[in-house]
């Protein structure tokens, strides 16, 4: 069993966690995600490591609640403990002073972004992160990627924090003016990451996505989370979870996302109301 030592609600329905894991806290690494479940028959859900103290033994991860899996998980406080939390899942983010590296994260991807962010500092990049929100009450975690940011740009989709818009108009925009921009790396809704691979395709700036497919087991076997990359069938688990943006097929992966909707709605439904499934 896995014990809660913290949570903390950091904006409305997205809360962090702090696990007690010291074997997952001490192989750790930026872009890698770990595989939990609530209890004995819960389902397996990957999130991705949004940060970890090795010292502590501890690996924070942030959720947004929207299914049946994380409201029950959501329901857990301090001293509850997870049934199953295995990793570090995948492969690290690539990191090397690659130059001026672009960070663009949508929601709350913003927690997960942050790791990389570091490491892409620490590695001497000059490390521009854009953040996107609906609006001002969706944002947090600003001061911590300024700390590892040479700059942070804000946008809402209401206008009520930074600029409104789009986390790709400001990176489009640095491209137009023949701003050199080495890598990006998008994390965040499958469309978000979409639009931003088809930002920078035209401007040829490398474009890493982190893809959040349907995963069950996290070991290549099950299938579940295959991606289709540059025509060549490829698994978020083992051979991601970060693949080329401009080499993936965003239709047939963002129709795969949509396969269990009206099973995770009825699921959802008996979750919130236990009489109704009796």
């Not at 962090?16 to 595989?35: D, H, N, S, T, W």
């Not at 049946?68 to 403990?81: H, K, P």
């Not at 590695?123 to 944002?139: P, Y």
């Amino acid at each position: 069993m896995y014990p809660i030592i913290s949570t903390e609600e950091l904006v409305p329905r997205v809360r962090v966690y702090r696990i007690q894991a010291p074997r997952v806290a001490r192989k750790a690494a930026a872009g890698q995600f770990v595989i939990l479940r609530v209890n004995e028959k819960g389902e397996r859900i990957p999130l991705t490591i949004a940060d970890w103290d090795t010292t502590e033994g501890t690996v924070s991860v942030v959720f947004m609640e929207v299914g049946t899996t994380t409201t029950r998980l959501a329901r857990l406080g301090v001293g509850d403990a997870l049934a199953d939390f295995v990793g570090p899942l995948g492969n690290p983010t690539e990191i090397e002073n690659f130059g001026t590296v672009c960070l663009m994260a949508g929601g709350f991807a913003t927690a997960t972004i942050m790791p990389i962010a570091r490491a892409m500092k620490a590695a001497g990049n000059r490390v521009i992160t854009v953040v996107g929100a609906r609006n001002k009450d969706l944002l947090f975690w600003q001061d911590r990627l300024s700390a590892v940011s040479d700059e942070l740009i804000i946008t809402t989709d209401d206008g009520s924090a930074g600029r409104k818009g789009v986390v790709t108009e400001p990176i489009k925009e640095k491209l137009e003016r023949g701003e050199t921009i080495d890598r990006v790396i998008a994390v965040g809704p499958s469309i978000m990451m979409k639009f931003s691979a088809l930002t920078t395709r035209p401007f040829g700036v490398k474009t890493i996505v982190s893809m959040n497919p349907i995963m069950i087991d996290g070991t290549g076997m099950c299938g579940c989370c295959r991606v289709s990359v540059d025509g060549q069938t490829r698994f978020a688990c083992v051979d991601g979870p970060e693949f080329d943006g401009h080499a993936i097929d965003w239709d047939s992966f963002m129709a795969r996302q949509r396969t269990y909707i009206e099973e995770e709605k009825r699921s959802l439904e008996v979750c919130r109301c236990p009489e109704a499934g009796a």
